[in-house]
């Protein structure tokens, strides 16, 4: 008995599937986002693909993320059992605003594709510092009077 069970049937549906266009599996980006320090961070699980295809655009508010994965197997290969997933990929995420979309980063290492956001400078908190005067001030009365000091108690 083989190592991998053949379903005909499956094996049919398969077939329609690719002959009508439909795809064999969810074209799917998992992602993982979070903030670190002065920056965002997502990473997606893109295992199998080839660095090469992978191409990454910000535009306005919008991150597109999108790759290529080919099959592995020998042209005229005839697979008994096929449940990777081929073919392009994208995704796209809306960023929201105050982040520095000019300075993104992208690395691509051991399957996982890791996007680098900086928050913009003019987005991130700062101290605003407090001015001190003091209360009291001298004013001229205009008169033979001697000046007066304004916000003093006698």
């Given at each position: 008995?083989?190592?991998?069970r ?12 690719e ?18 320090g ?11 693909v080839d660095?090469?295809?992978?191409e990454?655009t ?7 993320v ?13 697979f ?10 994208g995704r796209?995420?809306?960023l929201?605003?105050g ?32 001015g ?23």
């Open positions: 008995m083989s190592a991998l053949f379903d005909p049937f499956r094996e049919l549906d398969r077939l329609a599937g002959m009508m266009g439909a795809s064999r599996a969810p074209r799917l980006m998992p992602l993982d986002a979070y903030r670190h002065e920056s965002y961070v997502l990473q997606f699980d893109l295992p199998g660095a090469d295809s992978l990454v910000a535009e306005r508010n919008t991150l597109t999108r790759a290529r994965r080919r099959t592995t197997a020998p042209d005229g290969a005839q008994v059992l096929a449940e990777r997933p081929t073919g392009d990929y796209q995420i809306v929201g605003d982040l520095a979309l000019d300075a993104i980063e992208a690395d691509y290492r051991d399957g996982v594709l890791t996007v680098t956001v900086p928050v913009a400078e003019q987005a991130k908190p700062r101290q605003i510092q407090i001190r005067t003091d209360d009291r001030k001298m004013i001229d009365s205009g008169g033979d009077r001697q000046d007066e000091l304004v916000g003093a108690t006698t």
